[in-house]
């Protein structure tokens, strides 16, 4: 995936910039985070994140992390922002207590995959 056109980014700001301010501090829980919407989603939250310096962050569940990280290497470098974890929103067990416990309080929760049906 290229990359959003930085006034892309700069448009979704300048139209959404009343929701921000909510997330400033909180942690959210992103499934979905992977496909076409959450990539988009993601690097909306990052860009805005940094922008309005919100201290936010975003745990993504996704089936596989580290393909995912090779095919989009650049979310290392939001890393203390932006976390990925392996599981499955269609497997029961999807995330394992050490997960939840490193994701500190989930405030929010972002369903952005397709519906399995």
Known sequence: MKRL??????????NTQDIWESFRGKSIFL??????????????????NEKLGLNARITTLTRNPEKFINEHPFYLNYSNSVRFIKGDILIKKIISVQSIKSAKAILYNIYSGRLPF
């Open 5 to 14: 056109p930085v006034e892309d980014l700069e448009h979704i700001h300048h």
């Open 31 to 48: 499934t979905g985070g992977t496909g076409f919407f959450g990539k988009w989603l993601l690097e909306s939250f990052i860009y805005i």
